[in-house]
């Protein structure tokens, strides 16, 4: 004590407390003193000197993502997966549990205990080391908040390597924050910082994880086990190593709350004579993880990561807003309905198996709200591409395997991919552009097998007539006069280059990115840049650019609302872990992106692409989609669109209820043609999904301008 001595005049002047606990720290490095060599005197100074702020650390808690139901779980994103509860939520053996297990005279004690640290200096002298520690439960606290608060390397050491001034540092923290929390208060945040082994933080996750219960239902014993953890979670750990461990430490601590009179010795006889039998859960993190049972769901969960990302209501920057949501401990009700997601999943899988080098998928979107009800792909989400099929570009072959059945690739869309042409399902921007310059669905053309075009031609590419840009028409047949309905509903190629050169490629262009799409290609960046070189840009309303499924479905929803775009969404509502709502994430962020009246007469054309007729004109004699009405059993609208070589294929289609895209292609290699026997199965998908989505509900009609 002889070190400490020079400065009991200053102690003294800290009050009966600061004198208490200078004198307990004083004899606390004494067990430390002995390895590490620093002397009292050196410990007793900093003690005196050394700051007391505690900067607490917000506790990560897990966020829960549901499905549109509310009750259907998706997954998990977590850092230390961890539920924080109050200590009126936890059944009141379990804290005593813990109390007996760590720290006895906790309710004592002034944050640091005297006799514990007479009693460790004594075990430590006569073991010639640590052998015993004298921490007190609010000590232990201290640590881990400066552990959890800790900003770089150095700061996490310095919370946690073994010497005396660290010992020092904890003691006289502790003290101070003894003097503004109750004990009560020091012990819910203990419980709920602590780690419990098996990756559980916390009494939540491991009442969780070891017994697949929550904490209020626990029984004595098995309170008694996860107290006994604590000390030595890996040491201990049931789940890992033989029970015989852990159930010797779930006896003493059952002996140590009987003395604290915490329980009968009845009840500690009772608790020790259960078996230790555990039910182990492994909480799922991250979209890798969702179930095997809903593993397609992975797509969706991806996208709504990525959606998470760019919302700056979570963060400055993408990495704070990852953070967020994996500490926020956040309730996320998404979008996605399981009943329509199944039968998406269904109408994929039947066209398409995941085997198959071609991705064929399907997203529909909600018209007036941008709500995502169902993202699915003939694919498995999984990262494990050990067992992929052989890579489809020649190029890419011998280096890599093939993305199929195996990938967590945005395929759908709302991540980085590039995606694919759409074919002619762009003429239904061209047709919106026309329809609001004033042109009415009577404008006509006459449109030949071939028609030598205002556009210039690409370059390096030969042409058949000079230099110009000449496209032609999938068939004979298509020939001849038309006007907007049957234009669409045959898509004759050589009308809608005419009808876009009439309102400018440049003004089609606009259309497309008032409805959502990005430009994703260096090409399609370009060409997009300014009026002067979208205005030559002829491919367009033969879709040459990437899009997609997610972007298209988003577009065309547009047409079914009646105009109102909807920024496409996977959030219904996201709950702060205090159960209070961020009252504008969820809400639909909605405009009037096309006049009402434009969207209701671009709906009367595509009608005739489906054989439900139009209303205002004739359609023509065919359509390329002519059986879908029937099929669907309700008023439905929509295009078909496919690529040069049909190398992709598309179908748009929507009631007033819901909007779908679907698509097939080779997202490894575009030239790698899909082929005309697989060119309605986008059509087929779309048919199915609205048919049997929308199965129950009453049938609504479209309005006609």
């Not at 109750?182 to 419990?196: G, M, Q, T, V």
């Not at 694919?379 to 059945?405: C, E, L």
């Not at 059993?633 to 179908?651: E, H, I, S, Y």
Request: aromatic share 8%.
């Amino acid at each position: 004590m002889g070190g400490l001595l020079p400065y009991l005049p200053r102690l003294l002047r800290m009050g009966a407390t600061g004198l208490i606990g200078g004198v307990a720290v004083a004899l606390a490095i004494l067990p430390v003193v002995l390895v590490t060599g620093v002397t009292v005197r050196d410990s007793s100074e900093a003690f005196i000197d050394m700051p007391i702020k505690l900067s607490e650390p917000e506790v990560g808690q897990t966020s829960y993502v549901y499905a549109a139901d509310g009750q259907t779980l998706l997954t998990m994103f977590y850092e230390e997966h961890r539920r924080y509860l109050k200590l009126a939520e936890m059944p009141s053996e379990l804290p005593q549990a813990v109390v007996a297990a760590e720290d006895n005279r906790f309710y004592d004690h002034h944050g640091v205990d005297v006799q514990g640290v007479a009693r460790a200096f004594v075990a430590n002298q006569h073991a010639g080391g640590v052998a015993q520690g004298a921490s007190t439960l609010t000590m232990q606290y201290v640590r881990m908040a400066l552990r959890d608060g800790a900003r770089t390397p150095s700061e996490v050491v310095a919370a946690t390597e073994q010497t005396a001034p660290r010992k020092v540092r904890e003691a006289r923290i502790s003290i101070e924050l003894e003097k503004r929390l109750s004990k009560d208060d020091i012990l819910e945040r203990y419980l709920n910082l602590a780690y419990f082994g098996h990756r559980a933080f916390g009494v939540f996750a491991a009442a969780q994880i070891y017994f697949s219960k929550q904490p209020k239902d626990l029984t004595l014993a098995e309170m008694a086990m996860l107290a006994g953890l604590v000390k030595a979670p890996t040491d201990f750990d049931p789940a890992s190593n033989d029970a015989a461990a852990a159930t010797q430490r779930r006896n003493w601590v059952l002996d140590q709350m009987t003395q604290l009179h915490y329980i009968s010795p009845a009840q500690a006889a009772k608790a020790k004579s259960e078996p230790l039998v555990l039910k182990v859960y492994n909480p799922p993190n991250d979209c890798t993880a969702v179930a095997q049972a809903i593993n397609n769901w992975g797509f969706f969960c991806d996208y709504l990561k990525n959606w998470w990302i760019r919302q700056p209501q979570f963060g400055a920057t993408p990495q704070e807003r990852l953070d967020q949501l994996r500490r926020g401990g956040h309730r996320i009700v998404t979008t996605i309905d399981p009943a329509l997601q199944e039968i998406a999943i269904d109408e994929v899988f039947a066209q398409q198996s995941a085997k198959s080098p071609f991705a064929h998928g399907l997203v529909a979107v909600e018209p007036g709200t941008g709500y995502v009800k169902a993202m699915a792909i003939n694919r498995v989400f999984s990262v494990n591409q050990s067992a992929n099929g052989r890579h489809t570009d020649p190029a890419k072959a011998s280096a890599m395997p093939g993305n199929y059945p195996n990938t967590v690739n945005a395929l759908l869309g709302g991540g980085d991919m590039p995606g694919y042409q759409a074919g002619s399902t762009f003429k239904l921007f061209t047709m919106l552009a026309a329809l609001e310059a004033g042109m009415p669905l009577e404008t006509s053309f006459d449109a030949p097998k071939q028609f030598v075009s205002s556009y210039p031609g690409k370059p390096g590419e030969p042409s058949t007539c000079g230099d110009k840009w000449c496209p032609v028409n999938a068939s004979d047949a298509m020939t001849g006069m038309h006007n907007m309905w049957s234009g669409f509903g045959m898509s004759v190629n050589t009308y809608w280059v005419q009808l876009q050169q009439a309102v400018g490629a440049q003004n089609a262009v606009k259309m497309a990115e008032r409805l959502g799409l990005q430009w994703r290609s260096e090409t399609d960046k370009a060409l997009a840049s300014s009026p002067r070189r979208a205005a030559q840009w002829g491919s367009f309303t033969l879709g040459t650019a990437d899009t997609t499924p997610l972007e298209m479905a988003n577009a065309i929803a547009t047409v079914a609302a009646d105009g109102v775009y909807c920024e496409p969404s996977p959030v219904v509502s996201v709950d702060r872990a205090d159960g209070a709502p961020i009252v504008e994430v969820g809400k639909p962020r909605c405009h009037q992106a096309i006049p009402v009246q434009v969207a209701r007469a671009a709906t009367d054309a595509a009608r005739c692409v489906t054989g439900y007729r139009a209303v205002g004109g004739e359609c023509g004699t065919w359509s390329t989609a002519q059986w879908m009405a029937g099929a669907v059993g309700r008023p439905v609208a929509g295009k078909t669109g496919t690529t040069d070589d049909t190398r992709t294929a598309w179908f748009v289609g929507y009631t007033p209820q819901l909007a779908a895209a679907g698509f097939i292609a080779d997202p490894d290699n575009p030239f790698n043609a899909v082929g005309a026997g697989n060119a309605q199965n986008p059509a087929q998908s779309v048919a199915g999904l609205l048919r049997d989505g929308l199965a129950g509900q009453p049938v609504a009609e479209f309005t006609y301008p």
